[in-house]
């Protein structure tokens, strides 16, 4: 067991714990024998898994939760007016952000791995997760999904080695303290907190700077962003590619009869794997080789580690298949970035080129569909149809006046194929109409568009 925390902290309380991250941090306090509680308005997976535990869950945010406790640790989506958080500082008890304790946690490992980059993140943790399971490493893995080949968000073992995504969001992951970075890639994003992309590219160069001492940054360099900076990253640097000479690169690639990826990964001349994923898109190949060039920074056995690939089918929500309705494949995807749905698009449509792409969209924050919004307006050329749905806002109040109406009206003028929905069960009648074994439907977004396939 680790030391975690100071001596005098043995009761701890986690706001917005249903998180999951949160819920995977109250996880590793539980497995380090600290008593845990935590309360969020929220109920899904991770808060059953948390109460089958035996954690003290409350459904609201009332001031007498935080009484008794010694710690009170919150996430990002926790304001300032927060009840509890406000009872706290009025009672003197340490507070503690997500981010602050992510560091101290990953301070404890002789290894740690953190995964950063604007899309990619949880899919190249799980896949770096899935290998180092199958290895007698022990690790601690903290995803920002269920993972079904883990079983779980989060795998506590007891070695020294560490795996978390680290989320350039406030800058959180300068709090980290990491031996091995992954940057994937550097995108336009978070807009609301970061001023534009020399902002995000510069903090992206400040965690590749705040590696420890002897650290080694793992880049992309096949993407223009990461490229732009290189020259700004004083940690040692292990390069990595699908399209060019790097240290470590993928090579041979084919696809399967069903559009499935094939490949060599090649370090420095050699073959060191033969993959063969189980999950579409050459992104992923990308992703792939990203993970492995992270795991031999731990380790030089990879024995075993391609087959975990190849039983890998990826996290919670990241194209995943939700069965048949009406003859039709449906598909789950977290997908709420311009570049994340050209990526799955051109993935389904790979694999289905002859089949009908119905989407359903659910835009996530005001701030995004407003600074992206013609770079989402290109983003549906791979899908047939789509039908927009109301903008899910999160954390956000729309003080800007954007709409999904005014997306889809624009999507609709250039291509034709386009349609506002508003509310999620107005969608319903229409898949009912339009839905057949000719297509696939694919649910997209980042906020509780997922619901709808409860809806069918």
Avoid: W
Wanted: include cysteine; charged fraction near 20%; hydrophobic fraction near 40%.
């Amino acid at each position: 067991m680790k030391q975690l925390l100071d001596d005098h902290i043995k009761i701890v309380h986690l706001i917005g714990i249903g998180g999951i991250s949160m819920s995977a941090l109250a996880k590793i306090l539980h497995k380090n024998n600290y008593q845990v509680s935590g309360s969020d308005f929220q109920d899904g997976h991770e808060l059953r898994e948390l109460k089958k535990l035996g954690l003290e869950i409350f459904p609201s945010h009332e001031t007498n939760q935080v009484h008794g406790r010694d710690l009170i640790i919150y996430s990002s989506a926790i304001k300032d007016d927060n009840p509890e958080l406000i009872e706290a500082h009025r009672l003197g008890i340490q507070t503690m952000t997500r981010g602050h304790f992510l560091g101290l946690l990953t301070s404890q490992y002789h290894d740690s791995i953190a995964v950063s980059g604007t899309h990619g993140k949880t899919t190249t943790t799980s896949m770096i997760s899935v290998m180092l399971k199958h290895t007698s490493i022990d690790p601690v893995l903290l995803v920002g999904a269920h993972v079904p080949e883990l079983g779980s968000n989060a795998v506590i073992g007891d070695g020294d080695v560490i795996v978390n995504e680290a989320c350039e969001y406030f800058s959180s992951f300068l709090d980290f303290d990491y031996s091995i970075g992954v940057i994937l890639n550097i995108d336009e994003d978070h807009l609301d907190y970061f001023k534009d992309l020399d902002h995000i590219k510069d903090t992206f160069v400040d965690f590749a700077n705040s590696a420890r001492l002897g650290g080694t940054m793992v880049v992309n360099i096949d993407d223009p962003n990461i490229v732009s900076v290189l020259d700004r990253i004083d940690t040692k640097i292990v390069t990595y590619s699908t399209q060019n000479d790097a240290d470590y690169r993928a090579g041979n690639i084919t696809y399967d009869q069903t559009g499935l990826p094939e490949f060599d990964i090649i370090h420095r001349g050699e073959t060191i794997m033969h993959v063969h994923l189980s999950i579409p898109g050459v992104y992923n190949v990308s992703n792939t080789v990203a993970a492995v060039a992270a795991i031999c920074q731990v380790t030089n056995d990879l024995s075993g580690m391609a087959e975990a690939l190849s039983g890998f089918h990826g996290a919670s929500r990241r194209m995943e298949s939700k069965g048949l309705f009406q003859g039709a494949k449906l598909i789950e995807d977290y997908a709420h970035h311009p570049n994340e749905i050209v990526s799955t698009l051109g993935a389904v449509r790979e694999m289905h080129p002859d089949r009908r792409i119905v989407v359903a969209f659910q835009p996530h924050t005001y701030t995004r569909t407003l600074k992206l919004f013609d770079r989402f307006v290109s983003a549906f050329k791979d899908c047939d149809h789509v039908y927009l749905t109301d903008i899910y806002a999160a954390r956000e109040k729309n003080i800007f006046g954007i709409s999904s109406k005014d997306l889809a009206e624009e999507i609709d003028r250039q291509t034709g194929n386009a349609e506002y929905v508003g509310d999620m069960s107005n969608l319903v009648p229409m898949l009912h109409e339009s839905l057949n074994e000719n297509c696939i439907f694919i649910a997209m977004g980042a906020g509780d568009i997922y619901k709808i396939f409860d809806m069918l």
